[in-house]
C-alpha cells in the first residue's frame, strides 16, 4: 500500500481514520468535512481500531450522554467520551504496522465498501497519509442509536470553534524544563513561598528534573503542575494551571515544620492527563546553610539536557491522576485530578498515617496468624483494608472514586504518583456505598475496583510509559536449594519457569550466583528484557534489607539486580517480577525509595511487580500464569489484568492475590 502525504481533505473519501486522543471539537469538525461513509479511530498506536459509520459515531449514546451532561467538551480526547472497550474493536493488529491493517470481509453489512480510499487524520489535525484499505465489520453490541437525541450541535458551536483549531498550522513543539524557585531561605516555623514555572535550561541545584517536551498543543490549552512539600505543609492549593509559556509561573506558600532538617520540593506537570515533567529540590532548613540556592547557570552543551520524562503522544491518559505525598512526618497530602472532567481536588488538611513504616514491617507477616485462607485470613486483611481506606480523605472518595465506581462506567484507571513507599493504597476496602455499588452488596478492595499503577514521585528515572515491546523474555527459578540455605525447594516455581519456557519462549536460567552473574553482565543489553523471578526472599522494611535468596545459599541484592543505568541506554530490564516472599515493600534511604522497587525503578524499568507478603507456592504459580495469559495471550493492559485476577479471587479463598503491588502505568500493554 502506498502512502503519501498531502494537504487538506477536498474530496469524498471512503474512511477517515482519527487517533483517539484527537479533541472532540476537532475530531467533529473532520469528521463532517471528510465525507467520509465510514469513520475508523485508532487506539494504542493502532493497536485497537473502532468502526463507525458517521451517523452512528454522531448518536452513540456515551458521546451523547457525556456532552448532555456536561462532561466532555471540545477539548476532551475522543477515547475519554467515546467509553471503548477493547472486546468491541473491529480488529487487533501488528502496532508495528503504519497504518494499520485492516482485513476482514464485510458480509454481515452489505451498506459498506469492502475497500476504499483513506485518509488519516493526526493529531495537530493535519492530513498525514492516504491510500487504500479493507475494513473488518466490528463484533459490537452497538445500542439501538437511532432513538438516541443528536446533542451534538447543541452542546457544540463546532462549524465555529473547530475550524479554527483544525486549519491552524502546526506549531513548533514546547520545549521547557521544570523549574521550582524558592524566594526566601527555609527557616523552621516559617513560611516558605516558591514559585513553579519553566526554564531554558536545567537546574543544577534539582534533585531530579525532566524535560518537557509537547509536540500538538492546541490554542488556550494548559499545563496543570501539583507541588508537594516534604517536611512542610502548603498553604492553600498544591496546584495550577500554567500557560505553555516559558513566563508563566504560579506562586506557592509552604509552611517548614518545627523539627525538620530538610524541606523537599517536589513538581509533577501534567498535559492531558499525561505525566510529561518532574523536578525535586531539596533545601536546607536553618543555620548558615539555610540560603537561596544560586540561580540556575546557563549550560554551555544545550544538548547535554535531560532527556524529556515521556513523550505525551506514547503515553495514555489516566482517568485518574491522585498524588499521596509526603508532608510532615508522619503526615501525607492528597491531590486528585480528573481527566474527564478536568476537576481537581486538594484537601485542606494534611491526613495523618503515623508510622508507616512499622505497618509496613507488620504486614509483611500477615499470614502468621492466620494462614493464607479461611475466614481468619479473609477477615484480618479486610480489617487492615478498612484501616487503610480510613486514611483516604472523605473528600476524595465522595467527590473523586465513588463516581468513577457508578454503574454502567468502566473500571477507571488511576495512576498513583507518591513518595510514600509503605503503605499499600490498593488495599484500601471501599464500603458498598463507596464503591458505587448496592447497599446490600459487599465491601470491596480499590485494588479491584480499579485499573491502578503507581509511580515514584521522588526521582523518575525512567517516567511510566503505557506500551512497552517485549523482545525477549527470562524465568529463573532454582531446581534445588541446597542443604546449606535451610530452605525449601519451590517445585511450583520451578513450573512457572516452565509454563514462560513452553508457552512464552523464555530463556531458562538457573539461580545459582555463576549463572546468574552471567546472565546479568550480558553485553550488549538486550531491549525489551522481562525477567520472571521465582525464588526466596526476604524483607525488612525497618532495617531497609532485601534480597532474593539463589539455590546456592548466595543472595542477590536490589542494586546488583537493577544494574547502573544512564539515559539514552537500554536499561536492564524493561519489566521485572518479582515472584518471591515480600519484596514488593519498598523502603527509604536518602529520602529516595529504595529496596527491589527503588533499584529497579532507578535502574529504567518500566513496570515491577512482586508481593508484600508470604505468598502461598501454588497460588503464586497460579496467579503468574494467569497475569501472563491476560498480558501477553489476550493484549490486556497490566493494570486490567491484575484488577480482574484480583476479581476473581472467592471469598475465604487465598489472600496470595490480594498481596501483589505494581509499580507502572496503569495503562501499561507489554506488546511482543
Not at 91 to 98: C, E, P, Q, V, Y
Not at 552 to 559: F, I, Q, R, S
Request: aromatic share 8%; hydrophobic share 40%; proline share 8%.
Amino acid at each position: 500500500m502506498s502512502v503519501e502525504i498531502v494537504g487538506r481533505i477536498g474530496w469524498w473519501t471512503d474512511f477517515v481514520v482519527i487517533d483517539s486522543a484527537l479533541p472532540l471539537g476537532l475530531a467533529l469538525k473532520e469528521i463532517r468535512s471528510a465525507k467520509a461513509q465510514w469513520v475508523v479511530i485508532r487506539r494504542h498506536n493502532g493497536l485497537y481500531l473502532y468502526a463507525f459509520q458517521p451517523e452512528e459515531l454522531m448518536q452513540w449514546p456515551p458521546l451523547c450522554k457525556a456532552i448532555s451532561d456536561g462532561t466532555a467538551d471540545m477539548f476532551t480526547p475522543l477515547e475519554n467520551v467515546l467509553d471503548f472497550h477493547e472486546d468491541y474493536s473491529s480488529t487487533k493488529t501488528d502496532s508495528r504496522a503504519s497504518p494499520p491493517p485492516l482485513d476482514l470481509d464485510w458480509q454481515k453489512n452489505p451498506r459498506a465498501a469492502s475497500v476504499g480510499r483513506y485518509v488519516e487524520i493526526g493529531l495537530n489535525g493535519e492530513v498525514t497519509a492516504v491510500g487504500s484499505m479493507q475494513l473488518s465489520a466490528p463484533p459490537r453490541n452497538l445500542c439501538t442509536v437511532k432513538e438516541a437525541p443528536t446533542l451534538l450541535d447543541a452542546a457544540f458551536s463546532v462549524e465555529d470553534e473547530a475550524p479554527q483549531m483544525a486549519g491552524r498550522e502546526p506549531t513548533a513543539p514546547f520545549v521547557a524544563h521544570p523549574r521550582l524557585t524558592p524566594e526566601a531561605p527555609a527557616r523552621a516555623g516559617r513560611l516558605l513561598p516558591f514559585t513553579a514555572g519553566f526554564a531554558e535550561r536545567p537546574d543544577p541545584d534539582a534533585d531530579e528534573q525532566r524535560r518537557i517536551r509537547i509536540e500538538d498543543a492546541q490554542p488556550g490549552e494548559t499545563l496543570l503542575v501539583v507541588v508537594s512539600a516534604e517536611g512542610a505543609s502548603i498553604e492553600g492549593d498544591g496546584f495550577a494551571e500554567l500557560q505553555l509559556d516559558l513566563t508563566d509561573e504560579h506562586r506557592f506558600i509552604a509552611k517548614v515544620g518545627n523539627d525538620v532538617a530538610r524541606v523537599v520540593l517536589r513538581a509533577q506537570y501534567l498535559f492531558r492527563n499525561k505525566l510529561v515533567g518532574c523536578i525535586v529540590k531539596t533545601l536546607a532548613v536553618g543555620g548558615a546553610e539555610a540560603v537561596l540556592p544560586l540561580p540556575p547557570v546557563p549550560d554551555t552543551e544545550p544538548d547535554a539536557t535531560k532527556l524529556p520524562l515521556a513523550d505525551p503522544g506514547e503515553v495514555d491518559p489516566a482517568d485518574i491522576v491522585l498524588w499521596v505525598q509526603n508532608e510532615l512526618p508522619g503526615f501525607v497530602t492528597w491531590t486528585a485530578y480528573v481527566g474527564a472532567t478536568g476537576r481537581k481536588f486538594s484537601p485542606d488538611k494534611p491526613c495523618r498515617i503515623g508510622d508507616s513504616q512499622h505497618f509496613a514491617k507488620a504486614l509483611a507477616g500477615l499470614r502468621s496468624t492466620y494462614g493464607d485462607s479461611g475466614n481468619g485470613a479473609r477477615d484480618e486483611l479486610a480489617g487492615i483494608g478498612r484501616d487503610i481506606a480510613a486514611l483516604i480523605p472523605k473528600a476524595i472518595i465522595d467527590e473523586v472514586l465513588t463516581p468513577a465506581f457508578a454503574a454502567g462506567k468502566p473500571p477507571p484507571s488511576i495512576l498513583l504518583m507518591t513518595d510514600e513507599p509503605f503503605v499499600p493504597w490498593e488495599l484500601a476496602r471501599l464500603s458498598a456505598a463507596q464503591a458505587g455499588r448496592d447497599k446490600h452488596d459487599k465491601p470491596a478492595f480499590l485494588g479491584a475496583l480499579a485499573r491502578i499503577g503507581r509511580w515514584w514521585t521522588g526521582e523518575a528515572s525512567s517516567g511510566a510509559p503505557s506500551q512497552t515491546r517485549i523482545e525477549h523474555i527470562s524465568a529463573v527459578a532454582a531446581s534445588q536449594y541446597g542443604l546449606a540455605s535451610n530452605l525449601q525447594t519451590l517445585q511450583y516455581a520451578i513450573a512457572e519457569r516452565s509454563d514462560l519456557q513452553a508457552g512464552y519462549q523464555a530463556e531458562p536460567v538457573e539461580a545459582r550466583r555463576a549463572d546468574v552473574d552471567a546472565w546479568l553482565d550480558r553485553e550488549p543489553r538486550v531491549p525489551g528484557h522481562l525477567a520472571h523471578i521465582a525464588l526466596h526472599g526476604y524483607s525488612d522494611a525497618l532495617a531497609d534489607v532485601q534480597g532474593l535468596v539463589l539455590g546456592d545459599g548466595a543472595v542477590l541484592t536490589p542494586k546488583r539486580l537493577a544494574g547502573e543505568w544512564d539515559e539514552g541506554q537500554a536499561p536492564r530490564f524493561a519489566v521485572v517480577f518479582l515472584n518471591a516472599c515480600q519484596v514488593g515493600t519498598g523502603g527509604e534511604r536518602l529520602g529516595r525509595i529504595a529496596g527491589f522497587p527503588g533499584a529497579l525503578i532507578k535502574g529504567g524499568a518500566s513496570a515491577f511487580i512482586a508481593p508484600l507478603w508470604e505468598v502461598q507456592d501454588e497460588v503464586a504459580r497460579d496467579f503468574s500464569r494467569d497475569f501472563y495469559a491476560k498480558t501477553l495471550g489476550d493484549g490486556l493492559e497490566v493494570g486490567e489484568a491484575l484488577r480482574a485476577i484480583r476479581a476473581e479471587t472467592k471469598a475465604g479463598g487465598s489472600i496470595t492475590p490480594w498481596a501483589y503491588l505494581y509499580y507502572g502505568h496503569p495503562r501499561l500493554r507489554l506488546i511482543r
